[in-house]
């Protein structure tokens, strides 16, 4: 598989998840066309909305490292659930301001992988194009 090393990295970085309260692990790791990645983690807390979800703590460190969405190629998001698990609402509305339209997301359990774009993810986005004037 083209991206099998990103999920890999991804696979690395769930390891790292803080998941008391769920006990639900995710790791995502994001590539730039440069080839340097990012990884992220969940991390919960007692107080469920200072949450963060794994792919949102790998976009925001590339981010926090000047990356923007023409730099990044690629996107691993990884769980250990039964089912392939899917970006969230806030993460699909991060991601579709984040990444470009046609980056690939590619969703595994480790038994099952889909690729997937954030458009395919998020149809009739709400973005800075529906802000009038901004």
């Known amino acids: 598989m083209k991206y099998q090393n990103l999920l890999d990295q991804a696979f690395a970085a769930m390891e790292n998840a803080y998941a008391p309260y769920s006990n639900y692990h ?9 080839g340097e990645t990012y990884i992220g983690a969940n991390i919960e807390n007692a107080s469920f909305g200072a949450t963060n979800c794994g792919e ?20 691993a998001i990884v769980s250990d659930g039964d089912e392939i698990g899917a970006p969230c609402g806030i993460c699909r509305q991060v ?26 993810l998020l149809p009739m986005m709400f ?8």
């Open 95 to 120: 991601l579709s301001e984040l990444l470009t339209g046609d980056t690939p997301i590619i969703l595994s359990n480790g038994k099952e992988t889909v690729t997937k774009t954030i458009i395919e």
């Open 26 to 34: 995710v790791g995502a790791c994001l590539l730039t066309k440069k």
């Open 56 to 75: 949102r703590s790998a976009i925001y460190a590339a981010y926090s490292h000047g990356i923007r969405a023409d730099d990044i190629e690629a996107l």
């Open 127 to 134: 973005g800075k194009k529906d802000l009038n004037g901004f």
